[in-house]
């Protein structure tokens, strides 16, 4: 493996590149621990693959924005790292795959030169924050989120009370009351509102989905946006230290706050609002950049199909706030494009509208700012590349996560199956293409990462075992989840466990049911009027797993037989410590923290310093085989164990020492006290150890 010289001219992105390759080095020659090292990588949106010896990489891309410019600067990536094809995800990101691990500190360093990043888009750090894709453009939007989104994002960007957490942490934004961004479904979501004038957000926290969905609690009605940065800085601060991170099943914060109570965790913002560095951050939207509207002419066009042109008309252009304008919904089956379309694609919305797309949640492409006048000429250009799909955010628009094609937790194929009743209706229920109640959505396990459990109709991938111990592909069905709009939603029921080859079956059956008995009510209004029970008696004749055929033990998209394989998720970042890599990182972090005080960083110092300590008490107390599922834990088992019993001999408490970081404000003063205490603490538990070691 060469070393490369990146011609990154930000250093902290330069060096942020040159210590991934430096650990891959490390790695490679056996001197990092794999699971250490797979934190790392994720944390730098290089994320294990199902296939051995490749790597997916998660492109971040704040609130679905890119630029023509960047998505260009995509497509060269990927034509020269990866395999050509871009993969949008339900969280607005891009991802490609097939990526080999010595090349990814190269790749990163030429994405950043269209200000491209990687980092915190995988692991256990606050990844990336989504938005309504019509954001800015919302006819019933009170403001523009998208300069607050960006704000958030980049506060966060490399904070170091988001590094190292007990799972990940997803924040939204939603442009209107119509909470297209799922506020419920998010730790942190934000709704946007204005109350006498003033601008700001109701914000719900706590929301999940999972094996364990859960709907957000309401945090603030009405919360200013200058507040919202340090709020989310005191809720971090919070989740770090109080956060589970042993069990990696219930590390989320929708455990925390269930767990304590959303009193409780209020009460805890509030005692961590010392250390919290700004008690308001003015956010200038007026500084956020401006929209760069298209100056060239748009050449005059016939349209061939004036039938065809008027059916996608009617269920792809979005309605824009801004008079004269539209936006165009483009349909990207299973969220995948190639870098040759992708390519044409930028160029025309370099040159006939705004320059950049939207990526939404639903995995389709938004482009704004199309003069209304140049609908014609852009149905033509996006016919020539296959853009011209109907059904945008319709029935016939299902989500589905990649499953068993990449992911190392797939359970049973999504796209396959999505692919297939795309078709099924298509061809047998036409009408439903214009239908943007019916949502369906699709997920490879039930991590549900192809939000299943929120869908008015989901499928969750599984397998069942026949009485003669052999094993098929098979879907979860799930009912009766929606979006109700203003923080409010309905998680999905689970109604029965199909193999996969009846899916469509399934499918058939539902919509048959509802055209007959829903009475033109919304769909999720049609499930709780009937309830689960309904749904299940006509559904369970396709559970009979003794008469199954040799085509159900063949999952769609394949033609080999099913064989469950179950890889190590990587979602999570799970890390399995080892006591001298834990006290090597106490010393990094020692030093981080030394760079941020130079840098006149007291907060981020500050904080640095407190992980240092921490991850020390976590090194002894792993020694001594002790649980350490929580900081919070980690301090007072430390104490208990190590200060009281006179083992090591500090002057005060263990606890009282750390956790001088929530009782001190973030001066210069306080920093440089903190950060000698943690050398000193450092100084001891290396002399511990050592003493320890020698009289085994």
């Known amino acids: 493996m ?65 630029t023509a410019t960047q998505l260009k600067r995509i497509c060269d990536v990927s034509d020269e790292y990866s395999t050509g094809r871009l993969h949008i995800t339900t969280r607005q990101d891009i991802q490609i795959h097939y990526v080999d691990l ?22 256990n750090t606050v990844r990336n924050v989504t938005a309504s894709e019509t954001a800015g453009i919302d006819v019933n939007e009170p403001f523009d989120v998208s300069p607050y989104a960006d704000a958030l994002f980049r506060y966060f960007l490399r904070n170091p009370i988001s590094q190292e957490m007990g799972r990940k942490f997803k924040v939204s934004f939603s442009a209107s009351d119509a909470d297209t961004g799922l506020s419920y479904m ?57 956060g589970e991170r042993k069990s990696r099943a219930k590390a989320r914060m929708k455990f925390l706050i269930k767990d304590l109570g959303l ?7 509030d005692e961590e609002q010392k250390a919290v560095p700004f008690k308001s951050i003015p956010i200038d939207a007026l500084a956020y950049p401006k929209v760069k509207l298209p100056s060239l002419q748009a050449p005059m066009v016939a349209i061939k199909n004036e039938d065809a042109f008027r059916q996608w008309k009617f269920t792809n252009i979005v309605k824009q706030k801004q008079n004269g304008y539209v936006a165009i919904g483009i349909k990207v089956l299973l969220g995948d494009f190639y870098t040759d379309k992708a390519r044409l694609l930028a160029d025309l919305v370099q040159k006939y509208a705004a320059g950049e797309l939207r990526l939404s949640l639903r995995q389709n492409i938004l482009i704004p700012y199309v003069k209304q006048e140049y609908i014609p000429f852009f149905y033509t250009e996006l016919e020539k590349l296959g853009f011209v799909e109907v059904g945008y955010n319709k029935a016939i628009d299902i989500t589905a996560c990649p499953g068993t094609d990449t992911c190392n937790l797939g359970i049973a194929s999504s796209t396959g199956i ?47 075992r026949t009485k003669d111990k052999l094993v098929a592909p098979a879907l979860q069905v799930l009912l009766g989840g929606g979006n109700d709009g203003n923080g409010n939603g309905r998680f999905a029921d689970k109604v029965v466990k199909v193999p996969s080859r009846r899916g469509p079956e399934a499918l058939r059956l539902i919509l048959d049911d509802y055209e007959a008995n829903g009475n033109q009510s919304a769909f999720a209004d049609y499930y709780a009027e009937k309830g689960e029970h309904y749904f299940y008696n006509f559904l369970k004749p396709l559970t009979d797993v003794d ?21 190590i998720g990587e979602c999570a970042g799970v890390v399995i410590d080892l006591i001298a890599t834990l006290l090597f990182e106490s010393e990094d972090k020692i030093n981080k923290a030394d760079d941020t005080f130079a840098e006149k960083k007291w907060a981020a110092s500050i904080y640095h310093a407190y992980a240092s300590m921490v991850n020390s008490a976590k090194a002894l107390l792993t020694a001594e085989k002790l649980k350490a599922n929580t900081h919070a834990s980690i301090i007072k088992d430390f104490d208990e164990r190590f200060v009281t019993s006179g083992k090591i001999k500090l002057e005060c408490g263990f606890e009282e020492l750390v956790l001088q970081l929530n009782k001190n404000e973030p001066t210069e003063a306080f920093a440089k006290k903190y950060l000698n205490d943690a050398k000193e603490f450092l100084k001891n538990v290396h002399a511990f150890r050592k003493f320890e070691l020698a009289h085994v």
Not at 263 to 269: E, G, V
């Open 2 to 66: 060469q070393s490369f010289r990146t011609e990154i001219e930000n250093p902290v992105v330069a060096k942020d590149i040159l210590e991934l390759e430096k650990k891959i080095h490390q790695f490679k020659e056996g001197k990092l621990n794999e699971e250490k090292f797979r934190s790392l990588r994720l944390a730098r949106g290089v994320y294990g693959q199902r296939q051995q010896g490749v790597q997916m990489i998660r492109i971040k891309l704040p609130y679905g924005k890119v």
């Open 102 to 123: 010595d090349r990814t500190p190269e790749l990163w360093s030429q994405l950043e030169k269209d200000e491209v990043t990687l980092r915190e888009a995988c692991g």
């Open 186 to 242: 998010h730790d942190l979501g934000f709704i946007a509102k204005i109350k006498d004038s003033v601008k700001g957000f109701k914000v719900m926290i706590g929301g999940g989905l999972g094996s364990q969905p859960r709907h957000a609690d309401v945090l603030y009605e009405f919360l200013a946006v200058d507040k919202i940065i340090p709020l989310m800085d005191g809720v971090i601060r919070v989740f770090d230290r109080y």
């Open 263 to 269: 009193d409780s965790f209020k009460k805890l913002i």
């Open 418 to 464: 999505a692919d297939e009743l795309e078709r099924v209706i298509k061809n047998e229920y036409p009408k439903y293409v214009n239908n943007s109640d019916v949502v369906i959505k699709i997920s490879g396990c039930m991590n549900a990462c192809g939000q299943h459990n929120m869908a008015n109709i989901g499928f969750q991938g599984m397998s069942i």
């Open 547 to 567: 008469n199954l055929t040799q085509e159900d033990f063949i999952d769609w998209g394949t033609t080999e037989k099913y064989k469950k394989e179950i890889g």
